[in-house]
Antibody, heavy 121, light 112 residues
């Protein structure tokens, strides 16, 4: 059974930093592209960024609103995905979902339960 | 303003058929990129419902079906059930944006 379990969310002040983790199991993590998708309270889904498998280069891409502030990384030895969030803004307040990404067809296959990040003074 | 346009809400009575549209443009759906659909039940994470325009993952009832034509796509739900009440999102890729994908704004389905 595929499991994606996020952790690390919480309340942080504007300008602060937070690191989210996503523990993966039940599939070949090292060979899978991974993404973060967020959902602001009462709003729709927004792609945050993705990281390729190391066999496909291991590079990451980001949505314009977070580029330069957020960094996605992965530890294949621990089957864990990370999202380092710096210079946080109030508009980054959202539930953050870890997802696996099918790069052939471009869909988000499996989703974690989500973790809430609240940016407020 | 989402790149993909969905109606904010649709409704139907139990047993009825409803459709949810997803309208794009020549840089996304019209360019031939696949459309995918997600179901988000209240208080839960989104779940993949349809991938590659019309394919259902294992476990998704055949009451759910997807189609694509031109610059639009549709999700159809037949034999509507109370547990289908949820938010539904379409998603595709847009060649004019450097992104991992674009989502529609979401459609709230109410079962009357």
């Amino acid at each position: 059974e595929v499991q994606l379990v996020e952790s690390g969310g919480g309340l942080v002040k504007p300008g602060g930093s937070l690191r989210l983790s996503c523990a993966a199991s039940g599939f070949t993590f090292f060979n899978t592209w991974m993404s973060w998708v967020r959902q602001a309270p009462g709003k729709g889904l927004e792609w945050v960024g993705r990281i390729k498998s190391y066999s496909d280069g291991g590079t990451s891409d980001y949505a314009a609103p977070v580029k330069g502030r957020f960094t996605i990384s992965r530890d294949d030895s621990e089957n864990t995905l990370y999202l380092q969030m710096n210079s946080l803004k109030t508009e980054d307040t959202a539930v953050y979902y870890c997802t696996s990404y099918d790069f052939w067809s471009g869909f988000y296959q499996d989703w974690g339960q989500g973790v809430l990040v609240t940016v407020s003074s | 303003q989402s790149v993909l346009t969905q109606p904010p809400s649709v409704s139907g009575a139990p047993g009825q058929r409803v459709t949810i549209s997803c309208t794009g443009s020549s840089s996304n759906i019209g360019a031939g990129y696949d459309v995918h659909w997600y179901q988000q039940l209240p208080g839960t994470a989104p779940k993949l419902l349809i991938y590659g325009n019309s394919n259902r993952p294992s476990g998704v009832p055949d009451r759910f079906s997807g189609s694509k034509s031109g610059t639009s796509a549709s999700l159809a739900i037949t034999g509507l059930q109370a547990e289908d009440e949820a938010d539904y999102y379409c998603q595709s890729y847009d060649s004019s944006l450097n992104s991992g994908g674009v989502f529609g704004g979401g459609t709230k389905l109410t079962v009357l």
